[in-house]
């Protein structure tokens, strides 16, 4: 009765069945950003070299954004394929989902692994490192790199325990590596002088944890489709629906990896080291918040899929509704508390006054537009959710790629705006990116479950 009663999301309110998903997604979400952003947060009062190396981290995000983007190939595309599919009762097409996405997430955790040891020299200089930073940068990816295909496991095969209705275990997922995580981290950095190398040492050791829970949940009674050795073989015709899916998540993962490359290098020759630290606490304060509304959207995912497997599109009217309406109300009152506190955020990583005086207005800047990323996710969110590739993959480009990229490189030539060109970007792709994409979901998608 309990399994049934977890996985079957054609009955009750679809209000309660999107809150239990991702109410304890929400939280996932939040803890998970604490593997990266708690590393930054110890590492930004190191004696004495605390801003250089906080900027040597922030100059490894667009890889570690990379190894993730390649987890939601498969985490973003399997998963809603896992939820229509078991919505229309194929539970075999399922399994065999299951068992392809596990499968293709080993294998490309290899093959990043090694082909990013063997890059990453060369890498670090084109995302903006400098002789003084480098070192750092190198320290933190040279350790990171060893956990790579723990990092995939986690994040690529969790989504498929919250799938099956089982959002509690699947923030546990998150939770038991957050945990371990923030006890290693300042037993490593400070108590074994360790630094740079504590903080991805704790890292991988989190992670691998974490890659450990979710497969033993997997493969054990609880769970309502197993992982078994039979079902490992990949279909690869089957892993290329789930790689055209899952584009959607992995070029927005992708295209933030390009945006913090280029907004790097941008940054480095308009300002110098000193502004590469402000945007990695940017960037840190951007993960804070929007991870809730991505745990709103992601758990609404499931539940919008299995309903639209099973034909029911007045429940998925309802729950696009209430999706959008939370992560609006959400996105505008955390937009007011970036504005009324900006240097609380700020001094969370660093308190060097340099960075507070040139970051606090810089921050402003780029969380203008924040509100509006609201509207991009739940458009996502329900063209993910429901199989629609094209518009997923689409707006996935559009909001980075075709705006944030080319305004990055322009902006700071435009009117003396230097710096402040960098940080304009963002806003202005929220506004323009979240609008196209939630409006075409309206007259695409969301009217035509009404006819």
Known sequence: ?????????????????????????????????????????????????????????????????????FSYLFSTGGAPLFSISRGEGNLEKARKILGTSMSMLVIIGVILTLFLWFTKRPLLY?????????????????????????VMISLGMNSFINAQGFARTGMFTVLIG?????????????????????????????????????????????????????????????AGKICTLGLSGFIMSVTNSAVQMVCNVTLQTWGGDIYVAIMTVLNSVREIFT?????????????????????????????????????????????AVIFAFPGVFIRLFNSDAALLENGIPALRLYFFGFFMMSLQFCGQCVFTGLGKAKFAIFFSLLRKAIIV???????????????????????????????????????????????
């Open 291 to 335: 991870m809730p509304v991505q745990g709103i959207t992601s758990g609404a995912q499931p539940v919008l899929g299995f309903n639209y497997g099973a034909g029911k599109h007045g429940r998925v009217r309802s729950g696009i509704k209430f999706t959008s309406l939370v992560g609006i109300v959400y996105t505008v009152a955390a937009w």
């Open 1 to 69: 009765m309990a399994k049934a009663s977890q996985s079957d999301f054609g009955q009750g309110s679809m209000a309660r069945n999107i809150i239990n998903i991702a109410l304890p997604m929400t939280l996932a979400q939040l803890i998970n950003v604490l593997y990266s952003v708690v590393d930054r947060m110890y590492i930004g009062r190191l004696p004495g070299v605390a801003t250089l190396a906080l900027t040597g981290i922030g100059l490894t995000l667009p890889i570690t954004s990379m190894v993730m983007a």
């Open 178 to 238: 957050a945990i371990l995580n923030i006890i290693l981290d300042p037993v490593f950095i400070f108590v074994l002088n360790m630094g740079v190398s504590g903080a991805a040492l704790a890292t991988i050791i989190s992670q691998g944890v974490s890659a450990v829970w979710v497969l033993v949940f997997l493969t054990g009674p609880k769970a309502i489709i197993k992982l078994e050795q039979r079902i490992l073989a990949p279909d690869f015709k089957l």
């Open 126 to 150: 084109l995302l903006g490192a400098s002789g003084d930073t480098f070192p750092y940068a190198d320290e933190y990816l040279s350790i990171y790199l060893f956990g790579t295909v723990f």
């Open 405 to 451: 990229v080319p305004l990055t490189l322009i902006l700071p030539h435009i009117a003396g705006l230097g710096v402040d060109g960098v940080f304009l970007a963002e806003p202005i792709s929220n506004f323009i990116g979240g609008t196209a994409c939630f409006v075409t979901m309206i007259f695409t998608v969301y009217r035509r479950l009404g006819k």
